[in-house]
C-alpha cells in the first residue's frame, strides 16, 4: 500500500540545498541528489518505507549506485556532504533489500 509522503520545507538538508544541481552535473552515477537529499529526511524519520521510496524516486541511479568519488560534494555550493548522505542511504537502501530477500526465502 502506497503512502502519500511529503516533505517539508522545514526539513534540514531540504532548505539547506538550494537545487542548484550542480552536484548532479558531475555524478557518474547519474543520481538526482536533490530528490535523494529529500528522501533522505524521510528515511530519517521513517523506517519503513525507504524500499518504497527508492522505487517512487525521480532518478537514473540510486544511492547504492554511488561510487562515492566526491564530485557531488566538490560542486556543491552549499557545502552540504553529499557523499556522506549517499553512503548513508546506500547503507540503508542495501539492508532494506536483504531483509526483503530473507522474508522472500522464508516464505
Do not use: W
Amino acid at each position: 500500500m502506497k503512502q502519500n509522503i511529503e516533505v517539508k520545507k522545514s526539513d534540514i538538508l531540504y532548505t539547506v540545498c538550494k537545487e542548484c544541481r550542480k552536484c548532479c552535473n558531475y555524478c557518474p552515477a547519474e543520481i538526482n541528489i536533490p530528490e535523494m537529499l529529500k528522501l533522505y529526511e524521510i528515511c530519517m524519520a521513517e523506517q519503513d518505507v525507504i524500499e518504497e521510496i527508492f522505487d517512487r524516486a525521480d532518478s537514473i541511479g540510486q544511492p547504492i549506485d554511488c561510487i562515492e568519488c566526491g564530485a557531488c560534494s566538490s560542486h556543491c555550493p552549499q557545502k552540504i556532504q553529499v557523499k556522506q548522505v549517499m553512503r548513508k542511504l546506500a547503507m540503508r537502501q542495501s539492508s532494506q533489500r536483504e531483509t526483503s530477500l530473507h522474508k522472500v526465502k522464508e516464505v
